[in-house]
């Protein structure tokens, strides 16, 4: 069993970063919605019967396998990341309206810190990012990587899980299905029109016509506007992407314990499009991704959604991200 597979960065609370504005807002309600989706995630991680170390007092008193250790600051994210198999990055400020995931940008692109760190102290670690903007922290975490000649792209993920999560619960809820039993593959990013849900490959086959399958692809394209309106400025997804998040590296944990047959949507480096980074079904393994499993076979209103898609995605997500590495580290 890989117990002791993961530490959760609790330190994130308090990102040992050079480029981040965070410290100003602690005391604010951006600091309390950071803490409170980190705290979410932990708490979700903490139910693996796999084994965590994750944020204590609250989490060791539950009746679990996973053993707990908390770590604080800059100053313990050595002690923090040694011997670490999975580290999972949710740090950053919440949307608030009107604002994008790429208006996150000059505040949550200052990861390289924390990459840096894990370069150094545990390079074989799985990396799974949940910093948005995802379409650019993940080539921002891959460009550090690179320079400390500790870039493995089987070994880095940008989290997607919450695209999907939020298409089950829609087409389920549209169709009258059991929401368990529903997957539907999203591909391209994580972000607005670069989310790209897949419905035509759902299981079980499901069929949307005209303005129906439009107007459910938006409501999945703009989910997270929805949750931050309905917040009406108190944050963004925590339940939720807490509960994506916790799917996600408990399929990764799964892979590297040898369960065969493991297969998450995630951003990752890829040659399916001409995007160098792409989200897509991987078959996840010992060592990361398998095997991409690429696009399938997508129907007209899909492939327009992918042409529409990969400007944004390739001209301004993404190399953005490479731009910042470049022209700050």
Not at 27 to 47: P, V, Y
Not at 82 to 102: C, F, L
Not at 276 to 294: A, K
């Amino acid at each position: 069993m890989a117990s002791r597979a993961l530490n959760l960065f609790t330190s994130l609370l308090q990102p040992p970063v050079r480029h981040h504005r965070l410290p100003r807002l602690q005391g604010g309600r951006a600091w309390r919605q950071r803490r409170h989706r980190a705290g979410l995630l932990s708490l979700l991680l903490k139910q693996s019967p796999l084994g965590v170390k994750a944020w204590p007092p609250n989490l060791s008193h539950i009746s679990t396998k996973a053993e707990v250790s908390g770590f604080d600051g800059p100053a313990s994210l050595s002690d923090c990341l040694k011997g670490s198999r999975v580290v999972v990055i949710p740090a950053g400020v919440p949307r608030k309206p009107g604002m994008t995931r790429d208006d996150l940008f000059n505040t949550n692109a200052g990861i390289p810190d924390l990459i840096t760190a894990v370069a150094k102290t545990c390079p074989k670690a799985m990396i799974c990012i949940v910093t948005n903007p995802v379409n650019s922290t993940v080539p921002i975490a891959a460009e550090i990587l690179k320079k400390h000649n500790a870039y493995d792209p089987r070994r880095l993920f940008g989290v997607t899980t919450l695209d999907i999560v939020r298409s089950n619960a829609f087409v389920a809820e549209a169709k009258g299905l059991d929401v368990s039993k529903v997957s539907v593959p999203v591909i391209g990013g994580h972000s607005g029109v670069t989310i790209i849900p897949v419905i035509s490959q759902a299981v079980p086959s499901v069929s949307f016509q005209g303005a129906g399958r439009e107007t459910l692809t938006t409501r999945i394209q703009n989910a997270g506007t929805e949750v931050v309106n309905a917040k009406a400025g108190a944050g963004s997804a925590t339940l939720s992407m807490a509960f994506a998040a916790e799917k996600f590296v408990d399929s990764v944990l799964q892979a590297i314990d040898g369960k065969r047959g493991v297969i998450e949507c995630a951003f990752v480096e890829s040659t399916v499009t001409e995007a160098p980074y792409f989200s897509t079904p991987l078959l996840l393994g010992r060592d990361g991704v398998e095997e991409n499993l690429g696009l399938g076979n997508l129907i007209e209103f899909e492939a327009k959604l992918l042409q529409a898609a990969m400007p944004e995605l390739q001209q301004q997500n993404i190399a953005k991200g490479v731009k910042f590495v470049k022209e700050r580290y």
